[in-house]
């Protein structure tokens, strides 16, 4: 932009001066292609940064990239720390839980072994809230048309467990 502006100031002052016109053209030729040549250039150096940028842009997601996979390794390797442990432990847990031994005709048998928790059994009372169970019948047949969603009032109430059967 200087030049242009320095190029217009020369060409006012030489025809004031009273220079010869081919002179005068020569020189704005010569500055013409000197701007043309600067214009070659910075495109040059336009498509050249943009490279660079994509360049930082691809080198940035890289560095993401290789973090979240330092990431997933660290997270797998602990996996397989766990593996053979678990393994271990089921192992364990299977040994004390049966113990094997041989039948008479030479086949393995297993058998429940000391570490082998016993089944609980819960008192029916325990927890009285907890459940409800009704056994009632009619002691009479009942009417032979009776219309859908009738209500059946039994006269015979064997177990109403937890209040059931109202």
């Known amino acids: 932009m200087a030049l242009l502006f320095y190029a217009t100031l020369h060409v006012i002052f030489s025809i004031a001066i009273g220079l010869d016109v081919d002179i005068w053209r020569v020189e704005i030729e010569k500055r013409l292609s000197s701007l043309e040549q600067f ?5 040059e150096e336009n498509v050249n940064l943009r490279t ?13 990239l290789k973090g979240e996979l ?13 593996i053979p442990r ?17 039948s008479d005709d030479g086949n393995e048998v297993f058998t429940k072994g000391k ?9 029916p009372d325990s927890n009285p809230e907890s459940g409800v169970a009704f056994y009632g019948y009619l002691s009479q047949n009942s009417a032979p048309n009776l219309p859908p969603h009738h209500s059946m009032i039994y ?3 064997i177990i109403n467990k937890g209040n059931g059967y109202n």
């Not at 330092?70 to 766990?82: F, N, Q």
Request: net charge negative; proline share 3%.
């Open 115 to 123: 570490g082998q928790p016993s089944p609980r059994i819960v008192h």
């Open 52 to 64: 660079l940028e994509l360049n930082l842009e691809t080198q940035h997601e890289n560095k993401l």
């Open 86 to 102: 678990q393994e271990e432990d089921t192992q364990n847990t299977v040994e004390r839980a049966t113990d094997t031994r041989l």
């Open 155 to 157: 006269d015979t109430v």
């Open 70 to 82: 330092e990431d997933v390794v660290k997270r797998v390797s602990k996996c397989e720390e766990i």
């Open 39 to 43: 214009n070659v250039h910075l495109q």
